[in-house]
């Protein structure tokens, strides 16, 4: 078990910059993949961006591609989502995840592989 807790999101306008940040408890965080998943009123939970156990290997969806950057930093139990440019259709709720997937894989997009969820940060970007 992971407990995980997002901070970072609020009120940006379009074009601007927030970093995300996802702090996760306990002694095992850097052998979870970790993923950022957003959620717009009336849409469906669609995956963002995910890191590797060592941060060597990231992926992410394509319409967020070249304005978000997924990092982490397992010294301080945390992983990161540096949002540019952003757009009004960026405005959701940001969930990260942990998924503890086998280590022969690096990475997931799958919603259900990812076990653990923090409560999410609202990211509202006005036009």
């Known amino acids: 078990q992971v407990q995980l807790v997002e901070s970072g999101g609020g009120l940006v306008q379009a074009g601007g910059s927030l970093r995300l940040s996802c702090g996760a408890s306990?002694?095992?965080?850097?052998?979870?993949?970790m993923g950022w998943f957003r959620q717009a009123p009336g849409k469906e939970r669609e995956f963002v961006a995910t890191i590797s156990r060592n941060g060597e290997v990231t992926y992410c969806v394509d319409s967020v591609k070249g304005r978000f950057i997924i990092s982490r930093d397992n010294a301080k139990n945390t992983v990161y989502l540096q949002m540019n440019s952003l757009k009004p259709e960026d405005t959701a709720v940001y969930y990260c995840?942990?998924?503890?997937?086998?280590?022969?894989?690096?990475?997931?997009?799958?919603?259900?592989?990812?076990?653990?969820w923090g409560q999410g940060t609202q990211v509202i970007v006005s036009s």
């Open positions: 995840a942990a998924a503890p997937i086998q280590a022969i894989r690096a990475l997931t997009t799958l919603h259900r592989e990812y076990d653990y």
């Open positions: 306990g002694r095992t965080f850097s052998t979870y993949v």
